[in-house]
Nanobody, 126 residues
């Protein structure tokens, strides 16, 4: 059974940095792309970033490009989301997700995700 465990969320101030982590078990990690989504209160799930199995290909939502960095350590079976220059608008519950497929074109669709982490809450105070 595939399981995702996301962590690292907490209350921070605007301008701060934070790193989220997601561990995965139950499948060969290096063979699969991974993604991060977020859901703010009252809003739909929003794509944040995606990364290929090798880590060579990444994709970002325009709203986080240049501030967030997705990376992975295949030896530790962990994917990270480094978030810098956080703003109030980044407040959300962040979920890591495993896509059904590995093509980067599929990363941005929430309904293309096979498995989700439970989420980790990031709250940015203005």
């Amino acid at each position: 059974q595939v399981q995702l465990g996301d962590s690292g969320g907490r209350l921070v101030q605007a301008g701060d940095s934070l790193r989220l982590s997601c561990t995965i078990s139950g499948l060969p990690f290096a063979a699969h792309s991974m993604a991060w989504f977020r859901q703010a209160p009252g809003k739909e799930q929003q794509f944040v970033a995606g990364i290929s199995g090798s880590g060579e290909t990444t994709d970002y939502a325009d709203s986080v490009k240049g501030r967030f960095t997705i990376s992975r350590d295949n030896a530790k079976e962990t994917v990270y989301l480094q978030m810098n220059s956080l703003t109030f608008e980044d407040t959300a519950n962040y979920h890591c997700a495993l896509p059904f497929g590995d093509a980067p074109t599929t990363w941005r669709a929430a309904d293309a995700m096979a498995t989700w982490g439970e989420g980790t809450l990031v709250t940015v105070s203005s």
